[in-house]
Nanobody, 125 residues
C-alpha cells in the first residue's frame, strides 16, 4: 500500500525559507510523477511543482525562481525547497503521486492516485 508522509511545514516570516519533505513508501513505479499541491483556506487546490521519473520538472508561474522540487530516489523522498516565501504562499501543502498513467493528465490538473495528509505552511508579513 502506497503511503506518502510530508514533513517540514511551519511558520515563517515573509522572505524566509522552508524545505518540505515527503517520504514515499511502497511507491515502486519506474514511470511516475510526484508533485506538491497546495490549498489555502477558501481557495481551490493548486499545483505548485511536479517532477517526473525522467527528471522533468514543472512549476506554477507564481513560484518559479523561488521554489525547487527535487527527489532522492535512494531515500524515496521528495523535497520542495521554498525560498523568498510570501504571505500568499500560506496553505496546506500536500505531496501527491501518480504511477505510469501520469502522462494522461497535465501535472497541474491535480489528478493523482496517492496523497499525503499534508503539512501546514504559514507565512506572516
Amino acid at each position: 500500500q502506497v503511503q506518502l508522509v510530508e514533513s517540514g511545514g511551519g511558520s515563517v516570516q515573509a522572505g524566509g525559507s522552508l524545505t518540505l519533505s515527503c517520504v514515499a513508501s511502497s511507491f515502486t513505479y519506474n514511470n511516475y510523477r510526484m508533485a506538491w499541491v497546495r490549498q489555502a483556506p477558501g481557495k481551490e487546490r493548486e499545483g505548485v511543482a511536479a517532477i517526473e521519473s525522467d527528471g522533468t520538472t514543472s512549476y506554477a508561474d507564481d513560484v518559479k525562481g523561488r521554489f525547487t522540487i527535487s527527489q532522492d530516489n535512494s531515500e524515496n523522498t521528495l523535497y520542495l525547497q521554498m525560498n523568498s516565501l510570501k504571505p500568499e504562499d500560506t496553505a496546506m501543502y500536500y505531496c501527491a503521486a501518480e504511477g505510469p498513467y501520469y502522462a494522461d493528465y497535465s501535472w497541474a490538473a491535480g489528478v493523482y492516485s496517492y496523497w499525503g495528509p499534508g503539512t501546514q505552511v504559514t507565512v506572516s508579513s
